[in-house]
């Protein structure tokens, strides 16, 4: 079984919706972190939570919204989705004091 | 903005041969890591290089780094046809950064059989 699943892997949806990307892990790791992906370029941090109780600002936060439901749940909204926002999304997990990320498979999500 | 820059963008080679991919960043360094990544898949983390270190191995893999000139090379030795990917590098920067990764924009390595 995969260690950091995303649901769903594929997503099409309309300018205006408000899309929910979901991550969870098994890997027992604290730290959780969204990415973004656009063609030909290296990723993007959009969000980090380094526990439960604690979230933090990326890179290229606005637009995006998270949420820390559990040590292995860590969820990414698009509150109104647009077409720059069409991109390929990563859920990656960390161990605290470690420095390797471990990245589950992606979402690839297009806004029309 | 990223502070990873790679080198070539792109890189072509023959089975058999030596690939060697660059990767430059602006500010210190805790760690720099690199990852592979094959065609719009998830990230696979491949070598981590502590910023007190200058060479690591693991099996074809040779990474070095060179805080002074702020830059770190991936070299795959005997490539092979599988090894086609792209290849980022990620700076740690340490400090109130620790456990955030920065990427460059990778390159894109074709092994041809």
């Known amino acids: 079984d995969a260690d950091v699943t995303q649901t769903p892997r594929n997503r099409i949806t309309k300018t205006g919706k408000r899309i929910m990307l979901e991550c969870s892990q098994t890997k027992g790791h604290d730290r959780m972190y969204w990415y973004r992906q656009d063609p030909g370029l290296g990723l993007r941090l959009i969000y980090y939570?380094?526990?439960?109780?604690?979230?933090n600002k990326g890179e290229i936060s606005d637009g995006y919204s998270v949420s820390r439901q559990a040590q292995a749940k860590f969820s990414l909204s698009l509150e109104s989705a647009i077409p720059n926002q069409t991109a390929l999304y990563f859920c990656a997990t960390g161990k605290v004091g470690g420095g390797e990320q471990f990245f589950g498979p992606g979402t690839r999500l297009t806004v029309l | 903005s990223q502070q990873g820059e790679e080198d070539p963008q792109a890189l072509s080679i023959q089975e058999g041969e030596n690939a060697t991919m660059n990767c430059s960043y602006k500010t210190s360094i805790n760690n720099l890591q690199w990852y592979r990544q094959n065609s719009g898949r998830g990230l696979v983390h491949l070598i981590l290089i502590r910023s007190n270190e200058r060479e690591k191995h693991s099996g074809r893999l040779r990474v070095t780094l060179d805080t002074s000139k702020k830059s770190s090379s991936l070299l795959i030795t005997a490539s092979r046809a599988a090894d086609t990917a792209s290849y980022f590098c990620?700076?740690?920067?340490?400090?109130?950064?620790?456990?955030?990764?920065?990427f460059g924009q990778g390159t894109i390595l074709t092994v041809h059989p």
């Open positions: 990620a700076r740690n920067a340490g400090g109130t950064s620790y456990g955030k990764l920065t």
């Open positions: 939570s380094f526990d439960v109780k604690d979230i």
